[in-house]
């Protein structure tokens, strides 16, 4: 049973990573709470380099299918980073462009 989440024995994860950083055929994922390969605060790093403060949450959708009962779900992110640096203290100044890189996701809960 998982600490996180009681009545499930284990959650399963496969990603597909696309973008820059990564073979053009993408990068290949697998993790489970089970085995421990799932860090609890489920953030996936950004493998574009120059990706500031990027990632991919799923801790939010995981919880939101536990808590709606689903067992599956096949779902594609986008990295939460931006390219280039923050510009604070000038509103004229235009926000830094997202990063492009994407997660495809196919999560199992058992």
């Not at 496969?14 to 290949?28: C, H, Y």
């Amino acid at each position: 049973m998982s600490v996180l989440y009681p009545g499930v024995r284990d959650i399963i994860v496969e990603t597909l990573q696309r973008g820059e950083g990564v073979p053009e055929d993408g990068k290949p994922l697998r993790l489970s709470l089970r085995d421990r390969s799932l860090d609890p605060r489920m953030l996936l790093p950004c493998a574009n380099p120059a990706c500031r403060k990027g990632g991919f949450w799923l801790r939010p959708r995981v919880d939101a299918a536990v808590r709606a009962g689903e067992r599956r779900l096949d779902e594609t992110l986008r990295c939460a980073g931006h390219l280039g640096p923050v510009r604070s203290g000038n509103p004229e100044r235009s926000e830094p462009p997202r990063c492009p890189n994407t997660l495809e996701v196919h999560l199992e809960i058992v």
